[in-house]
């Protein structure tokens, strides 16, 4: 069992950087593929980002390449969302997951989610 719990959500301009984090309490993080997810109001879900067990592997969507980061520190159990020049439609609730079996772009993929954290991009 993995609980993951998001933080780093707020308020921003367009053009600006947050930083998420997520922490992880659990055994076996470290085994564990990483990914960020997001839901904007009255839209679906969508994949963000994810990252290998080893962090050596990251896979982005294409909106956000160039813009998003993502990074993890097992020693930490955490996973990070590194988000630069903010525009409005990154406006969502963003959660992270953990995969047992990979770390791929799709929902069914993850085992254990967060509860989310707010992100909202101002024009």
């Known amino acids: 069992q993995v609980q993951l719990v998001e933080s780093g959500g707020g308020l921003v301009q367009a053009g600006g950087s947050l930083r998420l984090s997520c922490a992880a309490s659990?055994?076996?993080?470290?085994?564990?593929?990483m990914g960020w997810f997001r839901q904007a109001p009255g839209k679906e879900q969508e994949f963000v980002a994810a990252i290998s067990w080893n962090g050596l592997t990251t896979y982005f969507t294409d909106s956000v390449k160039g813009r998003f980061t993502i990074s993890r520190d097992n020693t930490k159990n955490t996973v990070y969302l590194q988000m630069n020049s903010l525009k409005p439609e990154d406006t969502a609730v963003y959660y992270c997951?953990?995969?047992?079996?990979?770390?791929?772009?799709?929902?069914?993929?993850?085992?254990?989610w967060g509860q989310g954290t707010q992100v909202t991009v101002s024009s």
């Open positions: 659990g055994r076996s993080f470290s085994t564990y593929g």
């Open positions: 997951a953990a995969s047992s079996s990979g770390w791929g772009n799709e929902a069914v993929e993850y085992d254990y």
